[in-house]
């Protein structure tokens, strides 16, 4: 054998031995990077468990708001999921849910309001269930963890639940997820299992928030070291689930710890299969125009007729402004007429005013320089354009027996006439 070859076989086992090393070694898989949420998990906060349901095998369908119960309501095997905060659901529409439930029906509703709220609004879901909510911020002494028994065979089996231990009044240490998600949730986890010999599960509530039904004995509940988080309370033939918060099934929530686990074992009920499973996660408002029409058409239709009758009241007044008419002109013959009567009344000194003060709107037309100079110097002027002597200016400006005698008088008009036409 040549050393070429020698050289190639042992470049072959060595490219050997380093691959089977590195496969040794070396171990291919997936990293998954977060990207944060879609567009629809971001409009639906409740995705997740939309998509576990439907790969469990439920029917799901997501409602956009109370509006779409009045097209009716699913078979009362169904489940109606209602985290919403069921601002715009009514009394009527709460009580045809009711009937619902009544009837054999199954709803899970998250509640938001406090019993002991002075501004509270009327539950009409909760108050005639006889559920209350109450907040605390630290844990209630003697609150003991306690199995609820469940009393119906269509209900999943006993929930026993105990609270885990907690680091005091901070509450418990949350999934990164969950804790990224809600900063400001104090956590309270709970040990819990569906019967004896069940497994165990773990599951965060919001510590500070609590459930009391003092009129009525829950089928089943989950408590931890504050309160109940969890009651389902029996109505009819049917259950009502009421949460404190629903961080059980929310996108980021679901995953984490048995939350998921946890949800579909007080989803499903004994002896059924997949079901048909309604979601409402967010609430329709109507829009301005809609709740004009509904509520406010009086007041529209009131303004609509004021706003009329202003337009036919005003619009008498738009339009060109109407001209006045021009004065009328009195001929000469009128202006001698009375020129005459104030003579033969003696009121000379009426006319003489008057030809000064038209000698005076002659000077500002076409000489309104010389009327800033001061009397005698105008005077002289006057006296110099019209040939006179500035003594018998001065007279007919500012004389005053210039109307005591005809002769007087007339010299006066006749003066002050010869200074107008000569400026």
Known sequence: MTRNRWTAVVAAVVLAAASALFFTCFERRTEAKYRGSSFEAQQNPYLAWQLLLERMGHEVKILEGPGDFSRGFPDVSATIFYPARRLTLGKERSERLLDWVEAGGHLWVTTWTLWDDEDRRPDFLLDPLGVRQFATDAPTEGDEAQTEPT???????????????????????????????????????????????????????????????????????????????????????????????????????????????????????????????????????????????????????????????????AGRRFGPLILEKPPVRRSLLEHIEAAGHLLARGRRDVLVEAARDALGDELRARRPGWLRMRPEELEKRLAGTAALQPAEVTDALRGEDVASSRNAFTHTIATLERIRHTL
């Open 151 to 313: 009393t119906s065979e269509s209900e999943p089996d006993d929930v026993q639940e105990e609270a885990a231990e907690d680091d005091g009044e901070e509450g418990a240490s949350a999934p990164d997820s969950m804790a990224n998600a809600w900063p400001g949730v104090r956590w309270d986890e709970v040990e819990l299992s569906f019967g004896q010999g069940e497994n165990r599960y773990t599951a965060y509530f919001d510590r500070d928030f609590w459930l009391e039904t003092p009129d009525v004995e829950p089928v089943a509940a989950i408590r931890g070291e504050t309160g109940a988080h969890l009651v389902r309370v029996q109505h009819g033939l049917g259950f009502v689930t009421v949460v404190t918060d629903d961080y059980l099934i929310r996108n980021d929530g679901l995953g984490n710890v048995d939350h998921a686990e946890v949800a579909l074992r007080l989803l499903l009920r004994k002896g059924r299969g997949p079901q048909l499973v309604w979601i409402l996660p967010v609430e329709n408002w109507p829009g301005f125009l809609g709740l004009v029409r509904k509520h406010g058409w009086a007041v529209l239709m009131a303004g609509s007729v004021w706003l009329l009758a202003w337009a036919w009241r």
